[in-house]
């Protein structure tokens, strides 16, 4: 089985300031992990994924994540936020086995004040 | 470019009516996924499909149908059953056996009751 909780359902921070969204995960498996941006009325775009390479993951738009196995964790971050940040961002679990059906978190809303 | 469409953008339905949703992919993927999102619940499967002319119930199939005869498309059919349609429903695929790959997105369907 896996799970994928969402620390926040709401992050506000201020333009300029580091971005942390929090992410946990279940999984008996080893895990992909994937984190997705949704703006207004638009669907999913994927940011950045982790499939067991580097534990570090690079994504777009200055973003990144880290997997920490012992903490089973994928939280994102961003040194600097932007106001075209502002966004639901949605953290996805997928393992190998049975139907790789991917589990989504109920995602984040990251507001961002000028 | 390659990706997934969704038709139309805005959907209304009456009482008692059913309607149908287009989602077409030009991508080569064999899985289809079709979800529900409300404010503050995530996204819900309804029904995926991994090959054509198979697909299979979700976490929230009721009040809901699709049909997979052709590898491009995957329309989604709202019916008379479901008492309470009004949401933004998205469409997305992936390759079906690639557990790291991410999953593509339409830019959705909003449907309300008239």
């Known amino acids: 089985a896996q799970s994928v909780t969402q620390l926040d359902s709401h992050v506000s921070v201020s333009e300029g300031t580091p971005v942390l969204l929090r992410c946990n995960y279940s999984?008996?498996?080893?895990?992909?992990l994937f984190w997705y941006v949704q703006h207004p009325n638009k669907g999913l775009q994927l940011l950045l994924k982790y499939t067991s390479a580097a534990t570090l993951v690079k994504g777009i738009n200055g973003f990144e994540a880290e997997f920490k196995k012992s903490e089973t964790s994928f939280h994102l971050t961003k040194p600097s936020a932007h106001m075209s940040d502002a966004a639901e961002y949605f953290c996805v679990v997928r393992i190998s086995g049975g139907s790789y059906i991917p589990t989504f978190g109920r995602g984040t809303s990251l507001i961002v004040h000028p | 470019d390659g990706g997934i469409t969704q038709s139309p953008k805005y959907l209304f339905r009456k009482e008692g009516q059913n309607v149908t949703l287009s989602c077409e992919q030009n991508?080569?993927?064999?899985?289809m996924y079709w979800y529900r999102q409300d404010p503050g619940q995530g996204l819900r499967l309804i029904y995926y499909?991994?090959?054509?002319?198979?697909?299979q119930k979700g976490d929230i199939a009721e009040g809901y149908s699709v049909s997979r005869e052709k590898k491009e498309s995957f329309p989604l059919t709202v019916t008379s059953a479901q008492k309470n349609p009004t949401a933004f429903y998205l469409c997305?695929?992936?390759?079906?056996?690639?557990?790291?790959?991410?999953?593509?997105f339409g830019d959705g369907t909003r449907l309300s009751i008239l």
């Open positions: 999984s008996s498996y080893s895990p992909s």
């Open positions: 499909s991994q090959i054509v002319n198979d697909f």
């Open positions: 991508l080569n993927h064999d899985a």
């Open positions: 997305a695929s992936s390759t079906r056996t690639g557990l790291n790959q991410p999953q593509h």
